[in-house]
């Protein structure tokens, strides 16, 4: 299904592929790319996450949400943040440039109001993805 979890690495720092480069490029000129159903691997969010860079040269966040129209979009955050946009519903999962497999306080408080059980993390360096429970 859509951002399964996969276990499987990226094997280092490999060329970004031509889809993760596509939706780079749109990202950076709109800040949020619609993704339409099938199109979306946790491989392709973490190249996207793992070759988008801040000013100062940092991994940036990406956030993959769905919509209140059902959309699943993607957006570019900053290095150690994501934006969550205005009609999202849920947080299907976002990534951790830091390679920190473990939701930070932040990401607990959005996924309560949400009211989700769980969300996934993606590390960028590894293309590691985990779907992780959230703290009641």
């Known amino acids: 299904g859509m951002l399964a979890a996969e276990e499987a690495g990226m094997g280092g720092a490999s060329a970004i592929s031509?889809?993760?480069?596509?939706?780079?490029?749109?990202?950076?000129?709109?800040g949020r790319v619609v993704a339409p159903r099938g199109t979306l691997s946790a491989r392709i969010v973490a190249e996207i996450s793992g070759a988008a860079r801040t000013s100062e040269g940092l991994a940036r966040e990406v956030g993959v949400f769905r919509t209140t129209g059902g959309e699943r979009i993607l957006t570019l955050g900053k290095s150690r943040s994501v934006d969550v946009p205005f009609d999202a519903v849920r947080v299907i999962g976002h990534t951790h440039p830091s390679g920190n497999l473990l939701f930070s306080s932040a990401d607990i408080s959005v996924l309560r109001a949400f009211g989700q059980k769980s969300s996934i993390l993606i590390d960028p360096n590894t293309g590691r993805a985990v779907r992780l429970v959230v703290p009641r």
């Open 18 to 30: 031509p889809e993760a480069f596509s939706y780079l490029q749109a990202l950076e000129q709109s």
